[in-house]
C-alpha cells in the first residue's frame, strides 16, 4: 500500500497517510490521460471563428458584363470565392468543441495521473493549510520551505480565504478544490501540495 509522510506548515514530518492502491498505485493509461485533457482543453474553446459564404458577403447582386461575347469566362457575380472580396467556400463556422467524456473514463484518467505524480514523488501533504494572514509575501516564505519547483498546484478541501488570497498573486501557483480537480492540472504542473483533509476526500471519492 502506498503511503506518504505528513507534515506541517514548518516542512516536519507530523505522521503518516496510507493511501489507496486503486487510486495511487494504478496502471499510468496514456491514452485515457490523452483524452481527458483533449476533453479539457476542448471544453474551453470557445469556437467563436466564422467566415463569409457568398451568401454573406456584401454586393455582387449584378452581373459583371454579359454572358456571352466578351471574350472572358462567365460571371454571375463579384462575390464568387473565385474574385477578390469574394465569400470564402468551406470556411470555418461557429461551433462547440465540447464533447462527452464518460464519468467512469475521467476517474481513471485521474488515477493515472496522481499515480504518475506518486511514482515520480511529486506529491506533498501537509497536515493542515492554515494561514494567519492573507500575506502572499509570508506565505511564499512557507512555500520556500518544501522545495516545490516551478509550478505548483494545491488542492484545499474547504473554503479557505487566507489561502485563496495569498496564493493568487504567486506565479505558476494554483490553487484548486478537491471537487474541481482535473487531469490537465495535475498534468501540468510539477509538484502537488494536498492538504491532509483534500487528499483523503479525494481518494474516497475516486476509489468508488
Known amino acids: 500500500m502506498p503511503r506518504l509522510e505528513v507534515k506541517n506548515l514548518n516542512n516536519e514530518v507530523v505522521g503518516e497517510l496510507e493511501l489507496y492502491d486503486k487510486v495511487f498505485a494504478s496502471e499510468v493509461n496514456q491514452s485515457l490521460l490523452f483524452a481527458a485533457v483533449k476533453h479539457y482543453l476542448d471544453g474551453l474553446r470557445q469556437g467563436t471563428h466564422a467566415t463569409k459564404n457568398r451568401a454573406l458577403v456584401s454586393g455582387g ?11 472572358r469566362a462567365r460571371a454571375g457575380s463579384t462575390r464568387s470565392p473565385l474574385w477578390r472580396h469574394g465569400g470564402v467556400a468551406h470556411g470555418p463556422k461557429p461551433r462547440s468543441y465540447a464533447f462527452h467524456l464518460p464519468k467512469k473514463m475521467i476517474q481513471g484518467a485521474l488515477r493515472s495521473a496522481l499515480t504518475d505524480k506518486y511514482n515520480g514523488q511529486a506529491i506533498t501533504v501537509v497536515e493542515e493549510i492554515l494561514l ?12 520556500d520551505k518544501f522545495e516545490l519547483g516551478r ?10 480565504e487566507n489561502l485563496t488570497r495569498a496564493s493568487r498573486n504567486l506565479r505558476n ?18 509538484r502537488l501540495l494536498f492538504s491532509k483533509t483534500a487528499i483523503v476526500r479525494l481518494q474516497e471519492a475516486l476509489n468508488s
Do not use: C, M
Not at 494572514?133 to 511564499?140: A, G, I, L, R, V
Not at 509550478?151 to 479557505?160: S, V
Not at 490537465?184 to 510539477?190: E, F, G, K, S, V
Open 61 to 71: 447582386g449584378k452581373k459583371p458584363w454579359r454572358q456571352k461575347g466578351t471574350g
Open 132 to 143: 494567519q494572514s492573507h500575506k502572499t509575501k509570508e506565505f511564499k516564505e512557507i512555500l
Open 151 to 160: 509550478k505548483l498546484l494545491i488542492i484545499e478541501a474547504n473554503e479557505n
Open 173 to 190: 501557483v494554483k490553487l484548486v478544490s478537491s471537487r474541481q480537480i482535473n487531469v490537465y492540472d495535475l498534468l501540468n504542473h510539477d
